[in-house]
Structures are given as structure tokens and as C-alpha cells.
């Protein structure tokens, strides 16, 4: 169907399509429903990978044993999205399908070094989800696919979560970072440029000994934040610099 | 009659119309439709200044009927204060969102797509209130000799603040329902409007100009409103001539209703405001001179600017005795959709702006906050900068002490030096009812009729979430000797109540609760012994009708701005604890407490609900809510971006009521429903500035409080300095 008859829109939870709708910036009149396809929703361990399937709520995430013990940083980002009530029904899939810089989820999985699954009519295509963003709100689903899961090795090293919303809940971040700090640490930031930032330059460098000084000036290369109504570009130059620090640091608040 | 009934007043009995909205009965607006209802949208400017060229309306015209300046019966006024502001624009454009035309359609999708163009010729916009070449109002009050104050100060401290626009938000968004034929008196060519809105007659009065009918044939009808906060002062009168226009033109019932974005971009905000302070102190901490220049952003119309500006400068130089006041404001446009109402109506600014300055004083002097405020706060005898000697009622010293003890202050205060959390506190005053002779000109009235069991209570005094119908009834049955659930209260209709006057300024509890206890009181007289069935049995219906009558004494001189402004004022005092996030410059409010003097809680549980939700719009006044402006149009007209306080950004409260009895108020009230919002922004600043942030603006948001990080340690300097003068 997504191949014969034109491109439809893949819907789950809805909490991002129904703002798009309200504003009236919604172009696009047919429509794929995900939302009662369970086995899209399961949460395992499958060859030794955590396997997140991409309609897995929000709650979801929250509640599952398996992601609080392999991917605690998935859970506290997830805890941090919208309230109880968008929580229920956005879905991790949504989230990155959605594509929004400012998605919370995006830098765990950036940094968490995740695969995306794809599949379409013909064939199941694995995407390392650096390179599942090509550009502000694109990705390389092509209109015939859906993002079925999510694959996580297991990660080695302090996993860090901060988001930095505009209030304490329900809040969009304006600037949200994941950092597994370890002997090989791996730095993923969102909301601070078109896409999500894995900070791969200074992760290198911080793995060869560099100070947290060094870092930070590394980091501030790597990313391009902009001013808009919710913050500014230099406020996320320094927060995104602060972080870095706080979430290395060997006790995080 | 007997007095057995429980008395009511100080008791928190059930609020009338609580089943209904816990339940989902109670019926709002958009819940309410009519037979051949018709929709309509208000296609609005998208500039900011200029003129409107041409109109074309694009595509299928079939089902559509497009309603303009032509067909405008009365005049093309939205009657406030000045005439100023069009009910739908000519030919020129002041604001972005300004209303042009009208489209109706009876399908609200066909009505959504209808595509509608507005060729213009654009002129430059002005953006700065203190640039502008119109001034809505200018206010000046003088009190002693200026020269002579300063002579006498050991220290001159100066200082400029700002406060920023700041949106109601209340949880239903403005809308009204138009219906034609169905007047009071049931003649044809009259209309009735419904509607969320504060004030029946504010909208009746508009719609007999401009549609030019007698008063007989408007009527206005107020629905279960979910919240107003000024915000549905003014602004009902223009929508409610929108559905009117298009009701009378097509004949059929017309549906206005915004959604939120409509709701954000067009219709009325907190003025911003530039005050500026130049204060004369001794070296001891006592006030010789004060000096304050201030100027209201009025946004593109004059709206209710002159009345916001006038209680501005009123409470400008805080709840603080000096011999020597210098006060000189204005309100000026500038081409941003009109400013107007908003719960405090103009004290929040010029208090946050007093506020600061006295932490800064006190800094300045070496002593601590509380002491300088213990030196100079009003006490009873004193008077107030324009004159009015207050009484026993006055409760500046007693709420400060209350706060200062409960929240241990001093020892909170040496605690938390040095560290990223700070504790600040800030004391203030409200006037409750109109300013100066603002009610002996309303001259509200109130009725009461007595029914089988008790009585019903008609006013024009809308219910809008804050306990209205409640606290009324508990006022009346207390006085008339039955109990509460014997008095009933009717829909504010303006066919049916007379004009009790608008639910605004703290007014609805000390001034119509007080006609109304008048009222009650002869009605008791009159039953002498009877039951209300049996005076109705023996001498047929029986309404008592009173009007606002002036306490002896009170005196005010409006050419001059001396007198007594209000009949009373109530007192508060907030202490709030903050913590700054190091690394995210984010201010998080963590202890909050505040004392208010009201005079008599009619309803312990509904005042402290006034004050907490005060208290949170304050802290999100003072913390998060901003809106931004770009290019004279609101750029984040949603609750997504529009910030305001979630629960998790509010602190637990601690709210002390403390009551000094105002002797013309029902049972000793005074007004509570704005003051709550004077104190929390000037409280965060000063713990800010405790915690070694030195802000002169609000909100406090972590953008602004990353610059004034980044000067802390090197010289403390505004901002935005000033090009002429050096604000130390």
C-alpha cells in the first residue's frame, strides 16, 4: 500500500501529528494507523542487543526493567517528555521518526550507538542511527518503509541523561544531552543544531587524555545552535559547555 | 426571624456552582449552540502600522456573508475610556491582529479554509513606549517639597527596572455567542449576546454604540467563564460587537470563538513597564525623598491604559512613609495589539520596580532588608504619597514581622550566604475597589429579592473561578439571618440584575458585598418576625435594591491626584527561597511563604486560593513567562511556548491570613484577588540578588541570568545601560 498508492503518513500516538494539525501546517490528507500493532511494542533482548520496538510508549520505557537496567539514560529521557498523558501515548519510534532537533530521545540514541530497523514491502534494512538524519526534519526512511525498532549493544561506562527544557515539565528543551563517560566516552547533543550532534571529535579527544577544558572548546566546534523564541544561541554554547563538564564529571547531579 | 442559622461567613462551605463544574454540568460557551448557528472568524491585519489597500476575498463565495466597517449601525467605536480603537478597522492599522473583517460561515472547516487577502501600504512601526509621539495618559502626583528631601539625604539611590508584557492565560479562551431578535423585551431588531467575560454591562454599554440601539433592546448574558484575570475585561465589548454585526446581518445566531493562538496573538496583556527610582535616604535608613519616573507600554489603543497607569503610580512608591514624593508617569502607544487589564492592573510593575530598589537601598546602606522596610513602613496615621492618612486597618509592620518570623528570615538569610541559593522578601499594598472616585461615579447597585426560603441575590458580579456566587451568598445569608444554602444567586444577565458594576479591581467582595449586606440588613428589618414564606404569603414580592454609598470622610481631588485613592488597602509580605542551577542559570523557586491582611476571609479556602494562584502567575511573572515580540507580533503564541509555572516549577506555600477588620467592608473585608501578584516578582529578584545576581528586569529567565552572571564579580551595571545617565 505504502509502495502502490502513494505516500501515507505513519501515525502511533499522535502527540506530534495533532499539534502539526491544530497550527494547520499539516499538508498531507492520508494516513498509515501503527497504533494497534503490539508486536511493534515489545521490549527483549535478542542476540545480546537491547531491542526497543518503535511504537514502545514513553511509558513504556519508564516501566521496563530491561531499558532501566541496560539503557537507565533511555528511562530518564523519556521521563522528562511532555506529561503523563503524552507520555502514554508518544512513542520512541515517533519520536525519532518525527525528526525534531529537540527530540529527547535522540541524543541517547545517538550516543547509546543505536541501529535503526527499517522495513518495507521487499526487505528489513539496518540504519546505525548516525547516519539515520541527513538534514533538519529528514531522515532516509524512504516513503515506503517503517521504523520497526531499535537495536542497542551493551554500553559500557556511566550513562548521563540532562535535558534542559524551559520549565521543569512539559517543557521542549532547549538544549539536551547524553554522555556515557568512560574509557571511551561518546557525547550526544540535541537542540543545538539541525539535527542531533554526536560529538565524535571530541569524544577522540577526550578518550587521548584531553582535560574537560579541551573538550568543552572541541564540543562548541562541533555544534551550531541558533537564537529562536525558546533560547539563544549563546546561552546553548554555554550550557552545552557546562554540561559537558557536569555529566563527566565522576558524580553527576 | 430567627437566627439559628449556622453562620456562614469565615466558613468554607460548598461553592455554588462547584457540583457543576466537577461534574462537567456547568456549560461553557463553546458547550452552548442555537438553532441555524452560524460561525464566525476575524480576518485580522498582519502588519504592524500602515493602511489597508484592498480586500479580496479568494475561491467559492456560496454560504459566506463577509461583514465590515459598513455594517456598523452605530459607531465605529469599542466604547471604553477614549473612542479610539475601531470595532473593525477602515482604512487604518495600528497593531498586527488588529480585526478588519468579519467572515461567517455555518461550517466551521469551510470557514478555517476560506482564503482571504489584504493588500496594504505599510508605514514604519514604533516599537519604543518612551519614543512614542502619543501619549494615552500622563499621571503626576506630588507630595511635599522634592528639593528639601534630598537636601536632607545622606545617600542618593538610583535605579531603572523593567517588567515585561505577560499573558492571562486563562483555561477558557475568549468567545461569545450573538443571537438576534430575542431582546429583554422580546421585540424584534434587539440582541442578545452570551459570553465568557468579567463584565455584562461594559459589553452592553458598547454594543447600544455601536449598534446604535436602546438600552432595552441589549442584552448581555455572562456563561460559566473559566477564568478572566482582566483578561475578559475589555475585550469581550469587541467581540461581542463582531457576533452582534454578523447576527444582525444574517439574521441567524453567530458563534465567536478563539483558540488559543487567536486568543495569544490578539487580545490583551500586561503593560510593560521602564521605572525609574532616585531615592533620598539618611545614613540610619529613613526615606527623605523619593523620585520616580515611569512609563506604561499602552500598545496601539488606549484601551483601559489611563486607569492601569493611574493605580500604577498610586502604589509606585510602595507601602513606605516619606515626606517627599515625586511621581511622574505615562502611558504611551506604540504598535503592539493594546494592552490592557490583567489582575494588579499596573501595581505589579511600579511595586516590583519599589521593591528592588529598597534591596538595593539597603545593600547600599549596609542594613538588611527587613530593617530598612521596618523603618519606613506605613504605619496607621501615615500617609500615602497622595495623601490619604491611613487607618487602624494598616497593616504594612504586622505582615513583615509575621513573615519575617514564620520563615525565620535573618537566620534563612546568614544560612544561605555564599552559596547558588538566596532568600529575598518584598512587602506591598493593594487599594481595593476603583481608584478616587471611581465608585462614587460607578454608583453600583445590587439587589436582592427575597424567594420562599431565603433570598436571591442579583448582580451583574460574574462568577469567574474565583468565588463570586459563593462568597456573595455567604455575605447575604449571614446577614439576613438564613442559611447559606437559602441564598441563591442570578445569572449575571443584564436583563435581570442591575448594574452592580464590573468584576474587576478587587472590588466585587468589599464594595458590592457590602450593598448587598445592606441590602440583606433592611430586608431583615423589614421581616421583623416572618418567615420569608410568610411575608411573601401576607405582603407579595419584595426586592431590596441599594447603591454604593461613600464612607464619611473619604475625600479625593482627581485634578491633583491627592486624597484617599482607595477606601482601603489589603497588606502582604512574601518571603521566597531560590536556587540557581550553575550550570543552566535555571531559577528555581523552593520555599515559598506569604502573609496577606484582608481585612475578614469570607471564605478561608477560596482567599487562600486567590493568594496561591496569585502567587504562582507572580512567580511565573518573576521567572519564566515571556513573550516575544518580533516585529510587533507575538512569536510564541502557544502553550507550548508561552511559559507558565507547571506545579513541578511551583513551590510547596505557606499562606498566612491575618485580619484587621476594614469597618465599611461586609464583615471587615477588603479586596484579595489582585494583590497576590504584587509580591512574588520583586521577592525572587531580591533573593536573586542575594544568591549574587544583580537583575534589574524580569522575567528572570536563565538567558537573562547567564548575563548577569557573566558581570557579577566585576562592576554591578544594568543590563542595558542608558546612554545619558550612569545608573549606579
Given at each position: 500500500?505504502?509502495?502502490?498508492?502513494?505516500?501515507?503518513?505513519?501515525?502511533?500516538?499522535?502527540?506530534?501529528?495533532?499539534?502539526?494539525?491544530?497550527?494547520?501546517?499539516?499538508?498531507?490528507?492520508?494516513?498509515?494507523?501503527?497504533?494497534?500493532?503490539?508486536?511493534?511494542?515489545?521490549?527483549?533482548?535478542?542476540?545480546?542487543?537491547?531491542?526497543?520496538?518503535?511504537?514502545?510508549?514513553?511509558?513504556?520505557?519508564?516501566?521496563?526493567?530491561?531499558?532501566?537496567?541496560?539503557?537507565?539514560?533511555?528511562?530518564?529521557?523519556?521521563?522528562?517528555?511532555?506529561?503523563?498523558?503524552?507520555?502514554?501515548?508518544?512513542?520512541?519510534?515517533?519520536?525519532?521518526?518525527?525528526?525534531?532537533?529537540?527530540?529527547?530521545?535522540?541524543?541517547?540514541?545517538?550516543?547509546?550507538?543505536?541501529?535503526?530497523?527499517?522495513?518495507?514491502?521487499?526487505?528489513?534494512?539496518?540504519?546505525?542511527?548516525?547516519?539515520?538524519?541527513?538534514?533538519?526534519?529528514?531522515?532516509?526512511?524512504?516513503?515506503?518503509?517503517?521504523?520497526?525498532?531499535?537495536?542497542?549493544?551493551?554500553?559500557?561506562?556511566?550513562?548521563?541523561?540532562?535535558?534542559?527544557?524551559?520549565?521543569?515539565?512539559?517543557?521542549?528543551?532547549?538544549?539536551?544531552?547524553?554522555?556515557?563517560?568512560?574509557?571511551?566516552?561518546?557525547?550526544?547533543?540535541?537542540?543545538?543544531?539541525?539535527?542531533?550532534?554526536?560529538?565524535?571529535?571530541?569524544?577522540?579527544?577526550?578518550?587521548?587524555?584531553?582535560?574537560?577544558?579541551?573538550?568543552?572548546?572541541?564540543?562548541?566546534?562541533?555544534?551550531?545552535?541558533?537564537?529562536?523564541?525558546?533560547?539563544?544561541?549563546?546561552?546553548?554554547?554555554?550550557?552545552?559547555?557546562?554540561?559537558?563538564?557536569?555529566?563527566?564529571?565522576?558524580?553527576?547531579? | 426571624?430567627?437566627?439559628?442559622?449556622?453562620?456562614?461567613?469565615?466558613?468554607?462551605?460548598?461553592?455554588?456552582?462547584?457540583?457543576?463544574?466537577?461534574?462537567?454540568?456547568?456549560?461553557?460557551?463553546?458547550?452552548?449552540?442555537?438553532?441555524?448557528?452560524?460561525?464566525?472568524?476575524?480576518?485580522?491585519?498582519?502588519?504592524?502600522?500602515?493602511?489597508?489597500?484592498?480586500?479580496?476575498?479568494?475561491?467559492?463565495?456560496?454560504?459566506?456573508?463577509?461583514?465590515?466597517?459598513?455594517?456598523?449601525?452605530?459607531?465605529?467605536?469599542?466604547?471604553?475610556?477614549?473612542?479610539?480603537?475601531?470595532?473593525?478597522?477602515?482604512?487604518?492599522?495600528?497593531?498586527?491582529?488588529?480585526?478588519?473583517?468579519?467572515?461567517?460561515?455555518?461550517?466551521?472547516e469551510k470557514l478555517r479554509a476560506a482564503d482571504v487577502q489584504i493588500e496594504y501600504r505599510p508605514s514604519t512601526p514604533n516599537y519604543d513606549p518612551e519614543r512614542s509621539a502619543i501619549t494615552f495618559k500622563k499621571i503626576a502626583i506630588d507630595k511635599g517639597d522634592l528639593d528639601a528631601g534630598f537636601a536632607a539625604a545622606d545617600v542618593?539611590?538610583?535605579?531603572?527596572?523593567?517588567?515585561?508584557?505577560?499573558?492571562?492565560?486563562?483555561?477558557?479562551?475568549?468567545?461569545?455567542?450573538?443571537?438576534?431578535?430575542?431582546?429583554?423585551?422580546?421585540?424584534?431588531?434587539?440582541?442578545?449576546?452570551?459570553?465568557?467575560?468579567?463584565?455584562?454591562?461594559?459589553?452592553?454599554?458598547?454594543?447600544?454604540?455601536?449598534?446604535?440601539?436602546?438600552?432595552?433592546?441589549?442584552?448581555?448574558?455572562?456563561?460559566?467563564?473559566?477564568?478572566?484575570?482582566?483578561?475578559?475585561?475589555?475585550?469581550?465589548?469587541?467581540?461581542?460587537?463582531?457576533?452582534?454585526?454578523?447576527?444582525?446581518?444574517?439574521?441567524?445566531?453567530?458563534?465567536?470563538?478563539?483558540?488559543?493562538?487567536?486568543?495569544?496573538?490578539?487580545?490583551?496583556?500586561?503593560?510593560?513597564?521602564?521605572?525609574?527610582?532616585?531615592?533620598?535616604?539618611?545614613?540610619?535608613?529613613?526615606?527623605?525623598?523619593?523620585?520616580?519616573?515611569?512609563?506604561?507600554?499602552?500598545?496601539?489603543?488606549?484601551?483601559?491604559?489611563?486607569?492601569?497607569?493611574?493605580?500604577?503610580?498610586?502604589?509606585?512608591?510602595?507601602?513606605?512613609?516619606?515626606?517627599?514624593?515625586?511621581?511622574?508617569?505615562?502611558?504611551?502607544?506604540?504598535?503592539?495589539?493594546?494592552?490592557?487589564?490583567?489582575?494588579?492592573?499596573?501595581?505589579?510593575?511600579?511595586?516590583?520596580?519599589?521593591?528592588?530598589?529598597?534591596?538595593?537601598?539597603?545593600?547600599?546602606?549596609?542594613?538588611?532588608?527587613?530593617?530598612?522596610?521596618?523603618?519606613?513602613?506605613?504605619?496607621?496615621?501615615?500617609?500615602?504619597?497622595?495623601?490619604?492618612?491611613?487607618?487602624?486597618?494598616?497593616?504594612?509592620?504586622?505582615?513583615?514581622?509575621?513573615?519575617?518570623?514564620?520563615?525565620?528570615?535573618?537566620?534563612?538569610?546568614?544560612?544561605?550566604?555564599?552559596?547558588?541559593?538566596?532568600?529575598?522578601?518584598?512587602?506591598?499594598?493593594?487599594?481595593?475597589?476603583?481608584?478616587?472616585?471611581?465608585?462614587?461615579?460607578?454608583?453600583?447597585?445590587?439587589?436582592?429579592?427575597?424567594?420562599?426560603?431565603?433570598?436571591?441575590?442579583?448582580?451583574?458580579?460574574?462568577?469567574?473561578?474565583?468565588?463570586?456566587?459563593?462568597?456573595?451568598?455567604?455575605?447575604?445569608?449571614?446577614?439576613?439571618?438564613?442559611?447559606?444554602?437559602?441564598?441563591?444567586?442570578?445569572?449575571?444577565?443584564?436583563?435581570?440584575?442591575?448594574?452592580?458594576?464590573?468584576?474587576?479591581?478587587?472590588?466585587?467582595?468589599?464594595?458590592?458585598?457590602?450593598?448587598?449586606?445592606?441590602?440583606?440588613?433592611?430586608?431583615?428589618?423589614?421581616?421583623?418576625?416572618?418567615?420569608?414564606?410568610?411575608?411573601?404569603?401576607?405582603?407579595?414580592?419584595?426586592?431590596?435594591?441599594?447603591?454604593?454609598?461613600?464612607?464619611?470622610?473619604?475625600?479625593?481631588?482627581?485634578?491633583?491626584?491627592?486624597?484617599?485613592?482607595?477606601?482601603?488597602?489589603?497588606?502582604?509580605?512574601?518571603?521566597?527561597?531560590?536556587?540557581?542551577?550553575?550550570?543552566?542559570?535555571?531559577?528555581?523557586?523552593?520555599?515559598?511563604?506569604?502573609?496577606?491582611?484582608?481585612?475578614?476571609?469570607?471564605?478561608?479556602?477560596?482567599?487562600?486560593?486567590?493568594?496561591?494562584?496569585?502567587?504562582?502567575?507572580?512567580?511565573?511573572?518573576?521567572?519564566?513567562?515571556?513573550?516575544?515580540?518580533?516585529?510587533?507580533?507575538?512569536?510564541?503564541?502557544?502553550?507550548?511556548?508561552?511559559?507558565?509555572?507547571?506545579?513541578?516549577?511551583?513551590?510547596?506555600?505557606?499562606?498566612?491570613?491575618?485580619?484587621?477588620?476594614?469597618?465599611?467592608?461586609?464583615?471587615?473585608?477588603?479586596?484579595?484577588?489582585?494583590?497576590?501578584?504584587?509580591?512574588?516578582?520583586?521577592?525572587?529578584?531580591?533573593?536573586?540578588?542575594?544568591?549574587?545576581?544583580?537583575?534589574?528586569?524580569?522575567?528572570?529567565?536563565?538567558?537573562?541570568?547567564?548575563?548577569?552572571?557573566?558581570?557579577?564579580?566585576?562592576?554591578?551595571?544594568?543590563?542595558?545601560?542608558?546612554?545619558?545617565?550612569?545608573?549606579?
Open positions: 500500500m505504502l509502495r502502490d498508492e502513494g505516500p501515507l503518513v505513519p501515525m502511533a500516538g499522535c502527540t506530534d501529528l495533532y499539534v502539526a494539525l491544530n497550527f494547520g501546517t499539516l499538508t498531507e490528507t492520508r494516513f498509515l494507523d501503527l497504533w494497534r500493532l503490539d508486536a511493534l511494542r515489545t521490549i527483549a533482548i535478542r542476540e545480546g542487543a537491547l531491542s526497543i520496538g518503535a511504537l514502545a510508549t514513553h511509558t513504556d520505557l519508564i516501566r521496563s526493567p530491561l531499558v532501566r537496567r541496560r539503557l537507565p539514560m533511555l528511562a530518564a529521557a523519556a521521563s522528562e517528555i511532555g506529561g503523563v498523558q503524552i507520555q502514554n501515548r508518544g512513542t520512541l519510534g515517533g519520536n525519532v521518526a518525527n525528526a525534531s532537533p529537540a527530540g529527547d530521545t535522540l541524543p541517547v540514541l545517538a550516543a547509546a550507538d543505536a541501529t535503526v530497523v527499517l522495513r518495507g514491502a521487499g526487505a528489513t534494512r539496518r540504519v546505525p542511527f548516525s547516519s539515520f538524519y541527513t538534514g533538519y526534519r529528514r531522515t532516509v526512511r524512504r516513503p515506503d518503509e517503517l521504523i520497526v525498532s531499535f537495536e542497542i549493544a551493551p554500553i559500557r561506562g556511566r550513562q548521563r541523561f540532562r535535558k534542559v527544557g524551559t520549565r521543569a515539565a512539559q517543557a521542549i528543551s532547549k538544549v539536551v544531552m547524553a554522555v556515557i563517560a568512560g574509557e571511551t566516552p561518546r557525547i550526544a547533543v540535541g537542540s543545538v543544531a539541525p539535527t542531533v550532534v554526536r560529538a565524535r571529535r571530541t569524544e577522540a579527544a577526550l578518550a587521548a587524555g584531553a582535560s574537560v577544558a579541551e573538550a568543552q572548546r572541541l564540543l562548541l566546534d562541533e555544534i551550531a545552535p541558533i537564537d529562536d523564541i525558546r533560547s539563544t544561541a549563546e546561552y546553548r554554547r554555554r550550557v552545552t559547555a557546562n554540561l559537558l563538564a557536569r555529566l563527566l564529571a565522576p558524580r553527576s547531579a | 426571624m430567627s437566627s439559628r442559622a449556622r453562620k456562614a461567613v469565615g466558613r468554607n462551605v460548598l461553592r455554588k456552582e462547584g457540583h457543576d463544574k466537577v461534574t462537567g454540568a456547568a456549560r461553557y460557551i463553546d458547550d452552548l449552540t442555537f438553532p441555524g448557528l452560524l460561525h464566525a472568524r476575524t480576518i485580522r491585519s498582519t502588519i504592524p502600522a500602515g493602511e489597508i489597500v484592498k480586500v479580496r476575498f479568494k475561491g467559492d463565495r456560496a454560504g459566506f456573508t463577509l461583514v465590515d466597517h459598513h455594517d456598523i449601525p452605530g459607531r465605529n467605536i469599542v466604547a471604553l475610556i477614549d473612542e479610539d480603537q475601531p470595532c473593525l478597522a477602515e482604512r487604518k492599522i495600528r497593531h498586527v491582529a488588529e480585526p478588519i473583517l468579519l467572515l461567517v460561515h455555518e461550517d466551521r542618593i539611590v538610583e535605579g531603572e527596572y523593567r517588567t515585561g508584557l505577560q499573558e492571562q492565560l486563562y483555561i477558557e479562551t475568549n468567545g461569545v455567542i450573538a443571537v438576534p431578535g430575542s431582546s429583554v423585551a422580546g421585540a424584534a431588531g434587539g440582541i442578545t449576546v452570551y459570553g465568557s467575560m468579567q463584565c455584562p454591562y461594559y459589553v452592553h454599554r458598547a454594543l447600544v454604540i455601536l449598534l446604535g440601539l436602546p438600552a432595552g433592546k441589549v442584552r448581555v448574558i455572562q456563561t460559566e467563564t473559566g477564568g478572566g484575570f482582566g483578561g475578559k475585561e475589555e475585550y469581550p465589548s469587541m467581540m461581542a460587537g463582531h457576533a452582534a454585526l454578523a447576527a444582525l446581518k444574517t439574521g441567524r445566531p453567530v458563534k465567536l470563538v478563539y483558540d488559543r493562538v487567536e486568543d495569544m496573538l490578539a487580545t490583551t496583556k500586561r503593560h510593560p513597564s521602564i521605572v525609574r527610582h532616585r531615592t533620598g535616604v539618611t545614613r540610619d535608613g529613613r526615606l527623605t525623598a523619593i523620585d520616580i519616573d515611569a512609563v506604561l507600554d499602552g500598545g496601539a489603543y488606549a484601551t483601559l491604559s489611563a486607569v492601569v497607569l493611574s493605580r500604577g503610580m498610586i502604589h509606585a512608591a510602595g507601602p513606605y512613609r516619606c515626606d517627599h514624593i515625586r511621581i511622574r508617569g505615562r502611558a504611551t502607544m506604540t504598535n503592539t495589539p493594546p494592552n490592557g487589564a490583567f489582575r494588579g492592573f499596573g501595581a505589579p510593575q511600579t511595586q516590583f520596580a519599589a521593591e528592588v530598589h529598597m534591596d538595593r537601598i539597603a545593600e547600599r546602606l549596609g542594613l538588611d532588608p527587613v530593617r530598612v522596610r521596618e523603618i519606613n513602613a506605613l504605619r496607621p496615621g501615615d500617609t500615602t504619597a497622595t495623601g490619604q492618612r491611613l487607618g487602624k486597618d494598616s497593616s504594612a509592620l504586622q505582615v513583615l514581622r509575621e513573615a519575617v518570623t514564620r520563615t525565620g528570615f535573618r537566620k534563612r538569610r546568614r544560612a544561605l550566604a555564599g552559596t547558588n541559593r538566596g532568600i529575598g522578601l518584598s512587602l506591598f499594598f493593594h487599594g481595593s475597589g476603583f481608584t478616587g472616585a471611581g465608585e462614587v461615579k460607578l454608583a453600583a447597585k445590587a439587589s436582592l429579592a427575597l424567594t420562599h426560603k431565603g433570598a436571591r441575590i442579583h448582580v451583574a458580579s460574574t462568577e469567574i473561578g474565583q468565588g463570586t456566587r459563593t462568597m456573595l451568598a455567604q455575605i447575604v445569608a449571614d446577614a439576613l439571618g438564613v442559611r447559606y444554602d437559602d441564598v441563591d444567586v442570578n445569572a449575571a444577565d443584564t436583563g435581570e440584575v442591575p448594574d452592580s458594576g464590573p468584576t474587576v479591581a478587587s472590588r466585587t467582595c468589599m464594595i458590592v458585598g457590602r450593598i448587598l449586606e445592606r441590602c440583606a440588613e433592611e430586608m431583615r428589618a423589614r421581616l421583623g418576625r416572618l418567615t420569608p414564606r410568610q411575608y411573601l404569603r401576607a405582603f407579595g414580592p419584595l426586592v431590596i435594591t441599594k447603591q454604593y454609598e461613600r464612607p464619611a470622610g473619604m475625600v479625593w481631588d482627581d485634578t491633583v491626584y491627592k486624597g484617599d485613592a482607595y477606601g482601603s488597602y489589603g497588606w502582604g509580605c512574601d518571603v521566597v527561597e531560590v536556587e540557581v542551577d550553575r550550570d543552566t542559570y535555571e531559577v528555581r523557586p523552593t520555599a515559598f511563604t506569604t502573609v496577606h491582611e484582608i481585612g475578614k476571609a469570607i471564605h478561608p479556602m477560596l482567599a487562600v486560593g486567590q493568594i496561591e494562584g496569585g502567587s504562582a502567575q507572580g512567580l511565573g511573572y518573576a521567572i519564566l513567562e515571556d513573550v516575544v515580540m518580533r516585529d510587533g507580533r507575538m512569536a510564541n503564541a502557544t502553550l507550548t511556548n508561552y511559559i507558565i509555572p507547571t506545579s513541578l516549577d511551583t513551590p510547596p506555600m505557606q499562606v498566612v491570613l491575618l485580619e484587621n477588620p476594614y469597618p465599611h467592608g461586609p464583615s471587615g473585608a477588603k479586596g484579595v484577588g489582585e494583590m497576590p501578584i504584587d509580591g512574588p516578582a520583586p521577592a525572587v529578584i531580591n533573593a536573586l540578588r542575594h544568591a549574587g545576581f544583580d537583575l534589574r528586569e524580569i522575567p528572570a529567565t536563565p538567558e537573562r541570568v547567564m548575563l548577569t552572571s557573566s558581570v557579577e564579580s566585576t562592576q554591578r551595571t544594568p543590563r542595558t545601560p542608558r546612554k545619558s545617565q550612569a545608573w549606579v
